[in-house]
């Protein structure tokens, strides 16, 4: 059986639990420049570089591992947002982006293995891969509209190059998460297809969307509907959203995406919306209500937390959603569907 199928057959019988946010556990620490830096050497400060952790202080990102398994987590995705060649560039680390994402995996790996023999239950590792800071569909020059930064040869080797180190240390799955710009999240397709090609397996795709207004759009200007319809063809495992408002803000597009989409769902939203100084308020009894509601309708298969959210968090919607039944995955009607920035669906 491959992890596929496996990973298919336990959201057949429940909802499943991913972990939560990483950023805002690593700040509880009050690490240290010396912490992030460690004994590399490298010529920037470090500080606020998490992903570099898993070499210098991987205790950290150990143990909140640890804390998401204990409190009913699935999944654990690997501490590896930023963990790319354009990303740590920004701290003179790019030299070092295999080594991060293969230990960091390793890390999320070993402890998934650890809870699963515990139990039987089984436990996965998604692989996770983000935006970086440049766009694809997008001019960072006002006076230029045509121009870009990088093209997207250049972004997909990046991702090749972080991927390919994810496998190695033992990634289940891929997951391109926070996607503000789809053209991004094509080359991070593309890329996930060719190193599943190299190894001459299945490498299954994770994918979630983050939207900058409450329209429901990304950056790049698309719809959650018209999203999909341009990501299809990849047959992800999941898909869904991720991160941008809380629970309530989502709602109208989580019951969109669970409507259209031919395969699981999967939702983690941040703790609420940011106070006034930035931190999240939202207590976890309120954050499992409100995803709570989702899973009553049967509109989820996958459910956890984003910015904010804690291991309390995490286990308070794992406690609502056992029992739960899952959202059964529809048969889409064979249909032509394209998308610009709308969706479009030709007639049978």
Not at 53 to 65: F, Q, Y
Not at 73 to 99: C, P, W
Not at 179 to 198: H, P, Q, R, S, Y
Not at 322 to 341: D, E, F, Q, S
Request: net charge negative; hydrophobic share 40%; aromatic share 6%.
């Amino acid at each position: 059986m491959t992890t596929r199928d496996t990973f298919l057959a336990e959201a057949a019988k429940r909802i499943l639990i991913t972990d939560g946010a990483f950023g805002t556990e690593i700040q509880n620490w009050k690490l240290s420049e010396a912490d992030y830096a460690g004994t590399l050497g490298l010529s920037h400060d470090q500080k606020g570089n998490n992903d570099i952790l898993a070499l210098t202080k991987p205790e950290v990102p150990e143990s909140i591992h640890r804390a998401y398994f204990e409190a009913g987590a699935d999944i654990a995705e690997t501490n590896t947002f930023s963990a790319n060649k354009i990303s740590q560039a920004d701290y003179g680390a790019e030299h070092l982006v295999r080594e991060i994402n293969v230990e960091s995996a390793r890390m999320a790996r070993r402890v998934a293995d650890e809870f699963q023999a515990k139990d039987g239950r089984p436990r996965f590792v998604a692989g996770a891969i983000g935006p970086t800071n440049k766009t694809l569909s997008l001019s960072p020059d006002v006076n230029d509209p045509g121009y870009r930064e990088i093209d997207f040869d250049y972004l997909k080797d990046v991702y090749r190059e972080q991927i390919d180190a994810l496998v190695e240390g033992g990634a289940d799955f891929v997951l391109i998460e926070t996607v503000f710009d789809t053209l991004n999240a094509k080359a991070g397709i593309m890329a996930a297809l060719e190193a599943g090609d190299a190894l001459g397996r299945d490498l299954p795709i994770m994918m979630s969307m983050t939207l900058t207004d409450l329209s429901g759009r990304n950056l790049s200007g698309h719809t959650v509907e018209a999203f999909w319809h341009a990501v299809r063809h990849a047959k992800p495992l999941t898909i869904g959203l991720n991160c941008s408002f809380g629970a309530e803000q989502l709602r109208p597009h989580v019951k969109t995406l669970s409507e259209i989409c031919d395969t699981l769902i999967m939702i983690y939203p941040n703790a609420g919306l940011p106070n006034e100084l930035g931190a999240y308020d939202e207590a976890p009894a309120t954050t499992a209500g409100l995803v709570g509601e989702w899973a009553q309708a049967g509109q989820v298969n996958v459910l956890g937390g984003c910015c904010g959210s804690t291991p309390a968090h995490i286990k308070a919607i794992a406690e609502m959603a056992r029992g739960v039944t899952p959202r059964p995955v529809p048969v889409a009607p064979v249909r032509t569907r394209l998308a610009g920035l709308e969706p479009f669906t030709m007639a049978a």
